[in-house]
T-cell receptor
Framework: GAGVSQSPSNKVTEKGKDVELRCDPI?????LYWYRQSLGQGLEFLIY????????KSGLPSDRFSAERTGGSVSTLTIQRTQQEDSAVYLC???????????FGEGSWLTVV | ELKVEQNPLFLSMQEGKNYTIYCNYS?????LYWYRQDPGKSLESLFV?????AVKQEGRLMASLDTKARLSTLHITAAVHDLSATYFC???????????FGEGTQLTVNP
């Protein structure tokens, strides 16, 4: 597609349920990023994929969070046993290997009730 | 750990005035980004600065980078209401690595 595509755009889930958020990067982009933005806050780094290299998972806040990237393209962020503090916008971004321009998707708005 | 600080965090200004937003960072970097975010929207890329002394301009916005001072500025000239948004700077430590974002500057331009 023309831009970074994320789904779902909105998700309301009950506390304790698992959720999966999907990111489809710009075609040909080797780098993929996940960030989290809580209401009125800045962006918190979660995980970074670059090609076939081991991902940088240093931003994942707990072992309830995991992410994978299949075939070097689509990525899924999984949150297990969701908590209310997980409510946020989850933003995905992609770039070419140089990272000179990084494009963000529209985000997945997660609400845990 | 890379730290990125923006100031001011809140800026209210009148149309037609000039102002500068500052972005300081704590370690060596070769990439500095500026983004705009409108309420309820995602981030729009404004500028990418890749070398010391780099200056880029788009309309009423101009960004510059001083890698020796570890400082970037976003200068607003003759502000208009449409510039009201939150502006983020972000710093990458090495080419292709993750970005660390500043807290954002919420800009309101009043008629």
């Amino acid at each position: 597609g023309a831009g970074v595509s994320q789904s779902p755009s909105n998700k309301v889930t009950e506390k304790g349920k698992d959720v999966e958020l999907r990111c489809d990067p710009i075609s040909g982009h080797t780098a993929l990023y996940w960030y989290r933005q809580s209401l009125g806050q800045g962006l918190e780094f979660l995980i970074y994929f670059q090609g076939n290299s081991a991902p940088d998972k240093s931003g994942l806040p707990s072992d309830r969070f995991s992410a994978e990237r299949t075939g070097g393209s689509v990525s899924t962020l999984t949150i297990q046993r969701t908590q209310q503090e997980d409510s946020a916008v989850y933003l995905c971004a992609s770039s070419s290997r140089s990272g000179n321009t990084i494009y963000f998707g529209e985000g997945s708005w997660l609400t845990v009730v | 750990e890379l730290k990125v600080e923006q100031n001011p965090l809140f800026l209210s200004m009148q149309e037609g005035k000039n102002y500068t937003i500052y972005c300081n960072y704590s370690t060596t970097s070769d990439r500095l980004y500026w983004y705009r975010q409108d309420p309820g929207k995602s981030l729009e890329s404004l500028f990418v600065l890749l070398s010391n002394g780099a200056v880029k301009q788009e309309g009423r916005l101009m960004a510059s980078l001083d890698t020796k001072a570890r400082l970037s500025t976003l200068h607003i000239t003759a502000a208009v209401h449409d510039l009201s948004a939150t502006y983020f700077c972000a710093v990458g430590e090495t080419s292709g690595s993750r970005l660390t974002f500043g807290e954002g500057t919420q800009l309101t331009v009043n008629p």
